[in-house]
């Protein structure tokens, strides 16, 4: 969306005490949607600006179109001042420990007796229960919510390979502010509401709780699953390159295997019908790797595309930085830095009227906001 067009959050304000992944998702969200999100850091700017290693684009990814303002909330001026902002605000967004935010006398029962329209998001590890004082990690609830267990080799838990239940807690939470502010137009009053990593993680693993409450069965790890389909895996072509292919009907498989010139595996024993093939399964992903092996991904690629059969290269992330659907379709957006640079940030994967919600402005540099935000302020109590 241009600069010039309307967004659906013009005119609600947020302000947001967040760090690393998944408080300021949210907030990103809700500004990328137009929101006036103020960004809340402390003296010497957020330590997530400064993560090494696998941390270190946490910061550009999650931020973008946000207001940075510089408070020390330890003290007792900059928790007024905070205070008297969230006063200025319809949202007020945090992910700290348990228990800070109320230490602090900025958590939402305080701040809901001075302000009863304010909404309020709580990002945890877990919701309300014997575990919601413990301290999580998407690590942590990996483990605990079933998803390592699932994505990993039998005896090998395995997380996933990205934040996915920081990024979709925050999600949820931007879920919340959405359902908060649509109840608060027709009561008038606002709410809490709380996002958490465990049950974030469990609601991911929920088809395969399901599966066990139907079949009494233990759903076993993914690697060592039954697949539903005779042709579904990664399989390694020439030159060592590997493709994932499925074919998932009869119709597929008969096309596949004309695609491959190859009709004879038709008439073969045990292949006549999925159910057929799922039972030689072993046997049918041998025979094709032994064929496919001798085809070159650049070659066979648009044959299977042209014929309808679902493939998928193994793409690598420094290689979707130039990925000619993402470039094309507008996924990736110059943002300027807060060291005055420019990098290609990842937008939001959906269209509102055609448009893709896009970058504002440029990240924000460690209270860059500081005198527009609280001049505000001033400007109010001597009004």
Not at 82 to 105: H, S, T
Not at 175 to 185: F, K, P, Q
Request: charged share 25%; net charge negative; with cysteine.
């Amino acid at each position: 969306m241009t600069s010039q067009a309307p967004l659906p959050l013009s005119g609600v304000r947020v302000l947001e005490f967040t760090h690393m992944v998944m408080g300021p998702t949210c907030g990103m969200i809700l500004a990328d949607l137009g929101a006036e999100v103020i960004k809340v850091e402390p003296p010497g700017g957020d330590k997530t600006r400064k993560l090494p290693g696998l941390g270190i684009g946490f910061f550009r990814s999650f931020n973008r179109n946000k207001k940075s303002v510089v408070l020390d909330i330890n003290t007792e001026e900059g928790r007024a001042t905070a205070a008297e902002l969230a006063g200025e605000c319809d949202v007020v967004l945090e992910n700290f420990r348990p228990g800070l935010m109320k230490k602090l006398g900025l958590d939402y029962e305080t701040l809901s007796k001075r302000y009863p329209k304010l909404i309020y998001v709580t990002h945890k590890g877990f919701l309300p229960g014997p575990y919601e004082k413990r301290l999580a990690l998407d690590e942590v609830v990996q483990m605990m919510g079933g998803l390592s267990y699932m994505t990993g080799p039998v005896g090998r838990p395995l997380r996933a390979g990205t934040s996915v239940n920081d990024i979709m807690g925050g999600m949820f939470g931007a879920i919340g502010v959405l359902a908060a502010l649509r109840e608060r137009d027709e009561t008038g009053r606002g709410q809490e509401v709380q996002s958490a990593l465990f049950e974030n993680c469990v609601f991911l693993c929920a088809q395969h709780m399901q599966q066990y409450l139907m079949t009494g069965e233990p759903p076993p790890p993914m690697p060592a699953r039954v697949s539903a389909w005779s042709v579904y895996d990664v399989f390694t072509l020439a030159d060592n390159e590997q493709l994932f292919i499925g074919a998932v009907s009869d119709k597929q498989f008969e096309t596949l295997c004309r695609v491959l010139e190859r009709t004879d595996l038709l008439d073969r024993p045990g292949f006549a019908d999925n159910a057929s093939r799922v039972a030689v399964r072993p046997e049918l992903l041998a025979t094709l790797g032994e064929i496919l092996i001798h085809h070159r991904i650049d070659e066979l690629s648009p044959k299977l595309e042209a014929a309808g059969i679902p493939y998928a290269p193994i793409m690598r992330p420094e290689q979707l930085v130039e990925d000619p659907h993402l470039k094309a379709s507008g996924g990736l957006a110059p943002m300027t830095t807060d060291d005055g640079g420019v990098t290609d940030v990842v937008l939001l994967p959906l269209l509102m009227g055609g448009r893709r919600p896009g970058v504002r402005s440029p990240l924000p540099k460690a209270g860059e906001h500081n005198d527009e935000i609280l001049s505000r302020l001033k400007s109010r109590q001597t009004a």
